[in-house]
T-cell receptor, first 116, second 111 residues
Framework: GAVVSQHPSRVICKSGTSVKIECRSL??????MFWYRQFPKKSLMLMAT?????????EQGVEKDKFLINHASLTLSTLTVTSAHPEDSSFYIC????????????FGPGTRLTVL | QKEVEQDPGPLSVPEGAIVSLNCTYS??????FMWYRQYSRKGPELLMY????GNKEDGRFTAQVDKSSKYISLFIRDSQPSDSATYLC???????????FGTGTRLTVIP
């Protein structure tokens, strides 16, 4: 299967700082990437859809200015959590949509964010 | 009503048992159906991918889709302790990229 990487895998930061998470599709190009948030023992909650070269589409209730998404190339999307607070602590997972072949969506390994 | 319903479990079975995991959905526009396996603190891993109705088999895993009943299943034969994970069903419509997920079923296979 296709490989999607995320960096960092784990980050601990102080309240008020900003954190950037990178999502890369390693062996295919992805015009569309997705960012999810997952709370313990819960399913994935879609935060936003990231389209290469255009603005991201955010789900209802997700603050655009809080969660900045940039999809600068066909293999890289970034999520920046600005002015992080403890309630932003969560597991953030990206996925990349591979349009060639069977149109499958592949997930990264996730980033665990802890805001102190 | 949620778009996708999945029994969260937990489900515990002895090693070697046949496991049946199921999801129901309400949107008749869904055409692509997936099962993901997620280990604790890891990202979901695609297990099975099915288009429209029918069965698909891959090793010990069999996915079934019944669009008339809006019901999908994943069967695991000869279950192993390494199968212990959360299993998420997901689906989407034609031309749509975003997935609709079930809540996930936590499975434990006891040696």
């Amino acid at each position: 299967g296709a490989v999607v990487s995320q960096h960092p895998s784990r980050v601990i930061c102080k309240s008020g700082t900003s954190v950037k998470i990178e999502c890369r599709s390693l062996d295919f190009q992805a015009t569309t990437m997705f960012w999810y948030r997952q709370f313990p023992k819960k399913s994935l909650m879609l935060m936003a859809t990231s389209n290469e070269g255009s603005k991201a589409t955010y789900e209802q209730g997700v603050e655009k200015d809080k969660f900045l998404i940039n999809h600068a190339s066909l293999t890289l999307s970034t999520l920046t959590v600005t002015s992080a607070h403890p309630e932003d602590s969560s597991f953030y997972i990206c996925s990349a949509f591979r349009t060639s072949g069977s149109n499958e969506q592949f997930f990264g390994p996730g980033t665990r964010l802890t805001v102190l | 009503q949620k778009e996708v319903e999945q029994d969260p479990g937990p489900l515990s079975v002895p090693e070697g048992a046949i496991v049946s995991l199921n999801c129901t959905y309400s949107n008749s526009a869904f055409q692509y159906f997936m099962w993901y396996r997620q280990y604790s603190r890891k990202g979901p891993e695609l297990l099975m991918y099915t288009y429209s109705s029918g069965n698909k088999e891959d090793g010990r895993f069999t996915a079934q889709v019944d669009k008339s009943s809006k019901y999908i299943s994943l069967f695991i034969r000869d279950s192993q302790p390494s199968d212990s994970a959360t299993y998420l069903c997901a689906m989407r419509g034609t031309g749509a990229n975003n997935l609709f997920f079930g809540t996930g079923t936590r499975l434990t296979v006891i040696p």
